[in-house]
């Protein structure tokens, strides 16, 4: 290392870069590619989808995406390149964490609840995680099904999540995200169940996700993910 110890040698040097045309680059955040963001992860689930979010102003917004599990890590990457630029998404310790180098807002985005109803049914759906050790409350009816909620433990203090074991299939296809702060409430349906992998593990192929908030009866359709490929 060589250390400046002379004021008129400094000044000359930052002339002489000055001169140069030389300069800084400014920081600015970067976006890590999904496979920075899974370095460590020893059983990843691959899954290419298309997805469908239903914006307030009634269109319909198309785009593909990668969708990235990780059940050891209990994390779920989402990445895509829409046109204003790439961005990601990912679930980790409790936290919703959003990175792109695009200042603008994309015309449709993850939300934390929506983003956790996905992570939480994909992963504890196909048995990836426990429920062994989670409490399981007396059975409710869900649109003429019966159902055992099971609270999951999540670290948040924004929302409460159930997920909804079907009594008569066996199957955990729902997941209940009820807001904290407001009466929001969504919930999310698993369907078009298929086998993966050496261990036979049953996942699901489409996942709708649903405004709840005025009522079951009245669900509005918020996002829709059909996954094409799973490895």
Not at 1 to 21: D, E, H, Q, S, Y
Not at 46 to 56: E, G, N
Not at 109 to 128: K, M, R, V
Request: hydrophobic residues 40%; aromatic residues 12%.
């Amino acid at each position: 290392m060589t250390v400046i110890k002379n004021a008129g040698c400094l000044a000359f040097l930052l002339l002489a870069i000055w001169t140069c045309g030389c300069s800084v680059p400014a920081d600015r955040p970067n976006t890590p590619s999904p496979e920075q963001t899974s370095l460590k992860c020893t059983d990843p689930i691959i899954a290419q989808a298309v997805t469908l979010f239903y914006l307030p102003s009634g269109k319909i917004y198309y785009t593909k995406q990668e969708h990235r599990f990780c059940p050891s890590q209990k994390t779920l990457v989402i990445s895509a390149t829409e046109p204003e630029g790439k961005i990601l998404w990912k679930w980790a310790d409790g936290n919703f964490i959003r990175q792109t180098s695009v200042q603008q807002r994309f015309t449709a985005e993850w939300q934390a609840d929506s983003f956790y109803a996905l992570f939480a049914g994909f992963l504890y759906s196909g048995g990836f995680l426990s429920t062994d050790t989670l409490a399981a409350s007396e059975p409710v009816n869900l649109e003429g099904q019966a159902y055992i909620p099971i609270k999951l433990p999540i670290k948040t203090a924004n929302f409460d999540a159930f997920l909804y074991k079907n009594r008569k299939t066996g199957l955990i296809d729902r997941v209940g995200v009820y807001s904290k702060t407001d009466k929001k409430a969504q919930m999310a349906i698993l369907y078009n169940w298929s086998l993966l992998g050496q261990n036979n593990r049953i996942v699901p192929r489409k996942i709708d996700i649903f405004d709840i908030t005025d009522g079951i009866v009245s669900k509005k359709v918020m996002i829709q993910i059909d996954y094409k490929h799973i490895l």
